[in-house]
């Protein structure tokens, strides 16, 4: 598959803003009550989304919608089991903490990217990358590692392998139409998880799944349209800096006040960040031809 133009740079800056969005949308889960039901509030999530994206989905009149649906049902079905930890994640730990494990994903996508599709590693970012590990590790604290932490660490495993699979799906569908099929196509199995859990509908818990939803939407799309038009480990150091985002958001919400080792971790991953942003803008205006 062919992929579009785009920079380096501008692709960043486009996961910085979705990584940004996408922290509202773990704030609002947060809001859920405990002993919430998991599998009702991630079905609800489904719907919502097919009823959101339907209507962009004919807009594109000439694609086939239900074409080569091979990899739809792969993503579909990884985003499912990645959305059910996501929720006892968030809910078992504070907001900065989860976000900074949700983003070992880029550092996950280096080598899947190199096993998948034989991206080239460059050193630099692989450097950025093992900085920004490092900071992780000082923000999370290994020793204080416990279940929600390890659930938080399969969601960032869902969350590279779908990023990755972006390029197995036809390039013909639109962003809208991708997000639509990845939901669409969970929803089965979604709904039989619900009905195994046989809980009472949460009218509570469907407004949150609306808001959510609509972030993570948003978030999700602009990974869509970014990862089919830059290779992965040129550009998913960006997806770190949704971390400033939850450390605001986590005081301000929810009163979670950031330790030192919070700053110092998030030091080593933005700075080396600011420095491969420009790198390798650089490089891409240097390598496109001058008319």
């Known amino acids: 598959m062919i992929m579009p133009k785009m920079s380096v740079g501008f692709a960043m800056i486009l996961l910085v803003v979705g990584n940004m969005i996408a922290i509202l949308s773990d704030a609002l889960i947060k809001e859920l009550p405990d002993g919430a039901a998991v599998y009702q509030f991630v079905l609800l999530r489904q719907l919502t989304a097919v009823l959101m994206l339907l209507p962009f989905c004919f807009l594109n009149k000439k694609t086939k919608l239900i074409s080569k649906l091979k990899w739809h049902f792969v993503r579909g079905y990884i985003w499912l089991f990645g959305a059910v930890f996501m929720v006892l994640s968030i809910q078992a730990l504070p907001l900065a903490t989860v976000n900074a494990i949700f983003y070992t994903a880029p550092l996950l996508m280096l080598p899947l990217g190199f096993l998948f599709y034989k991206d080239r590693l460059t050193a630099s ?16 604290k290994p020793t204080q590692i416990n279940m929600g932490a390890i659930f938080a660490l399969i ?30 196509v969970g929803i089965p199995l979604g709904l039989g ?3 195994w ?19 993570i939407l948003i978030y999700a799309g602009i990974c869509v349209l970014v990862y ?21 958001i986590g005081i301000v919400w929810f009163h979670e006040i950031p330790d ?8 080593l991953i933005i700075i080396p960040l600011i420095w491969l942003a420009t790198r390798e803008s650089v490089k891409y205006k240097r390598s496109v031809p001058i008319e």
């Not at 450097?127 to 923000?139: H, K, P």
């Not at 969601?155 to 809208?176: D, E, I």
């Not at 509570?204 to 972030?215: K, P, V």
């Open 260 to 267: 030192i080792s919070l700053l110092i971790g998030s030091a």
């Open 193 to 195: 998880l619900a009905i």
């Open 155 to 184: 969601v960032a495993l869902t969350m590279a392998t779908n990023n990755l699979l972006v390029r197995k799906l036809p390039s013909n569908h639109t962003v809208a139409q991708t997000l639509f099929l990845t939901n669409l």
């Open 197 to 215: 859990e046989n809980a009472p509908l949460s009218w509570y818990a469907l407004w949150i799944a609306a808001g959510s939803n609509l972030f």
């Open 125 to 140: 970012s692989i450097v950025v990358a093992m900085l920004g590990f490092v900071g992780i590790l000082i923000i999370v």
């Open 228 to 248: 089919r038009a830059v290779e992965a480990h040129k550009i998913s150091s960006a997806e770190y800096t949704g971390l400033l985002g939850a450390v605001f």
